[in-house]
């Protein structure tokens, strides 16, 4: 069993006072970093953070990595946006390249009754791929609410991120170097919304409450068919962990990863599930 680094700094981290967004162009509210990048190796995922405007009243940026792997989810902590839950549309904007990605699933919550945050669930890796100094990342929360965060240092950021996901990779037994090897990877046929549905929840755990995401990960053969099943990230439940891969194995459908000469061959495929309660929010 391989033992990852303890969590550290992001605890620390969020205890923020709000700090408000005047309404003001993202040019004149370009705000400097105020601490450097942090690493957190978090128990099932990679946690970059980094303060940002004045160092007695920061601004928090986040970005987390863990399933899929080809997605992150970028949190901003310590807004003065509404204080209801709700989704909301964004626009992350990179300058001077004016890069946009647009997103209707912003969620906005409230960290620990401390400060407000806004979280943007599912952005893909390439966007920060192409991330580098001196930028300015804008963040857009409607026609009012903007403020624009000033980067350096990202090549060792990204770094840094890369060798937490590569030692989060080993945990699972997953082969970096032979993801880094493949033309494609393995690639879900028809509509994997259906592998498992809401039909499939535990009742027992539907009468306790009992709700959670896990990560799993499948092993493809050759041929396209799934050989085995591995919870890789828990949910907390052992009856939702257990529901979900004999459902996997029955369902699931692939078109085989693709090595370098563009021969089938069989590679692993790693995503997540949430089983969640009618009526509650995800986090």
Do not use: K
Not at 36 to 64: K, N
Not at 99 to 125: F, G, K, M
Not at 158 to 163: D, G, Q, T, V
Request: glycine fraction near 6%; include cysteine.
């Amino acid at each position: 069993m391989i033992l990852r680094p303890a969590s550290v700094l992001l605890s620390a981290l969020l205890g923020l006072v709000p700090f408000t967004l005047a309404a003001q162009t993202p040019e004149s509210r370009a705000m400097s970093p105020a601490s450097p990048w942090q690493m957190e190796y978090a128990d099932h995922s990679c946690i970059l953070a980094r303060r940002f405007g004045d160092a007695d009243d920061p601004v928090i940026v986040t970005l987390e990595r863990n399933l899929p792997l080809d997605q992150f989810r970028l949190a901003v902590i310590g807004l003065d946006v509404p204080s209801e839950y709700g989704r909301f549309g964004v626009t992350l904007t990179l300058s001077p390249q004016e890069e946009s990605v647009q997103d209707e699933t912003v969620i906005y919550n409230v960290e620990s009754d401390r400060s407000h945050a806004i979280r943007v669930p599912t952005l893909d890796l390439a966007f920060f791929d192409s991330w580098n100094d001196e930028q300015l990342l804008t963040v857009e929360l409607g026609r009012r609410r903007s403020v624009a965060f000033q980067f350096d240092h990202v090549e060792l950021a990204r770094e840094a991120w890369s060798a937490c996901v590569d030692d989060l990779l080993r945990t699972w037994n997953i082969d970096r170097a032979l993801l880094d090897s493949l033309q494609s990877g393995p690639e879900p046929q028809g509509n994997p919304g259906r592998w498992v549905t809401s039909s499939d929840y535990p009742n027992s755990a539907l009468s306790r409450g009992i709700q959670g995401e896990l990560g799993f990960m499948l092993e493809i053969d050759e041929t396209g068919n799934p050989t085995r099943c591995q919870i890789i990230q828990p949910s907390g439940s052992e009856l939702l962990d257990e529901a979900v891969c004999a459902h996997l194995m029955e369902r699931a459908e692939f078109a085989p990863a693709l090595d370098s000469d563009g021969q089938p061959v069989a590679a692993p495929y790693a995503n997540f599930i949430s089983f969640q309660l009618p009526g509650t929010r995800r986090q």
